[in-house]
């Protein structure tokens, strides 16, 4: 397969799955926003949510002066960011047109009018309600593009290119939307395991699509050791960091020709950083600190990426940084 070929699949599959974590994110800052204030409270939940996002940087002003309308519209709208959800969608459509001849008549159609009716809801003022409701529309379209790879496109070197493009692009949003319970931290740590904590656990775990998941799995109430066991350690999780890396695990051995050097370098990576998450515990995540390991699972994904772009051959785009 041509280089740029790849590429193109690999940007359209990691465009996809930003878009939908992008609003996951947005989510989760919705529902915190929600929850009932406390008296002491460090940052916001949006300052947060820029935070988490990797967009400090390209915010307009201080994270610290975030609030729901400025970090909707960064988020949402604005074309400048490359994680903002319009971006990802142009982005997609525009790498989805550069490998047209690779994707299936349902692949293109799903994607082609995920940009068309965008232009619609973009009419729209963004209230809580549509804001909701817009939400919802780029969730659903995600999801209909990924089921219209997973139903039409052939197992070969094309689906493995956009397979490895979403699942490091998941790994690093579920990192990242783990992270976002780092910043709204409780102001005293007599409330951590009380009332609020379990609140904020729960919104992760709905914005991540994994709160019925997490009642059949533990069997209790939202707490810091299950949602970090779901959505790290659990290997049935389809939302997890070690799904993440074993099905990177997958793709790549299945990519990897010969003793191409990089690729082998790669793949060695790859399948060293699988082994790790398989032997680590929630003891060794929370004693070294969650928003620690989290930053450096973040590094290394992203250092990851970089390698697959290398070994085979195409550019790869300035990621979001981990903060």
């Not at 909707?72 to 969608?89: A, F, K, M, Q």
């Not at 209230?127 to 990924?146: E, H, P, T």
């Not at 780092?182 to 951590?192: G, I, R």
Request: a neutral charge; glycine letters at 8%; one cysteine or more.
């Amino acid at each position: 397969m041509l280089s740029r070929t790849a590429e193109g699949l690999f940007w359209m599959s990691r465009y996809v799955e930003r878009m939908d974590n992008t609003a996951r994110l947005l989510d989760a800052g919705r529902r915190l926003d929600a929850l009932p204030r406390q008296d002491g409270a460090g940052s916001s939940e949006w300052t947060s949510i820029v935070i988490a996002s990797g967009c400090s940087e390209r915010f307009p002003g201080r994270p610290e002066t975030a609030t729901s309308t400025t970090v909707r519209e960064h988020l949402v709208r604005d074309e400048t960011n490359p994680s903002s959800i319009v971006s990802c969608i142009l982005a997609a459509r525009h790498n989805a047109k550069a490998v047209r001849p690779s994707l299936t008549s349902e692949v293109w159609e799903a994607i082609n009018q995920t940009q068309s009716e965008l232009k619609q809801h973009l009419h729209n003022e963004f209230d809580r309600k549509n804001l909701n409701a817009f939400l919802d529309w780029v969730q659903g379209r995600a999801s209909l593009i990924v089921g219209a790879i997973l139903g039409t496109m052939l197992r070969d070197d094309r689906y493995g290119f956009v397979q490895i493009g979403k699942w490091f692009e998941r790994a690093d949003a579920t990192a990242r939307l783990l992270d976002v319970k780092y910043h709204v931290l409780l102001p005293k740590v007599a409330d951590v395991g009380g009332g609020f904590d379990y609140l904020q656990w729960l919104q992760i775990l709905r914005a991540a699509n994994s709160a019925t998941a997490f009642r059949h799995v533990y069997g209790r109430s939202p707490d810091a050791e299950g949602v970090v066991d779901l959505l790290v350690l659990n290997a049935h999780s389809p939302r997890s960091l070690r799904t993440a890396l074993d099905q990177l695990d997958v793709e790549m051995s299945a990519l990897t020709k010969g003793n191409a050097g990089l690729q082998q370098a790669l793949l060695g990576q790859i399948k060293a950083q699988s082994r790790a998450i398989t032997q680590l515990s929630l003891e060794d995540i929370f004693t070294r600190g969650l928003h620690e390991w989290l930053t450096g699972f973040i590094f290394e994904t992203n250092s990851l990426a970089g390698m697959t772009a290398d070994a085979f051959g195409f550019g790869a785009p300035p990621v979001a940084e981990a903060s």
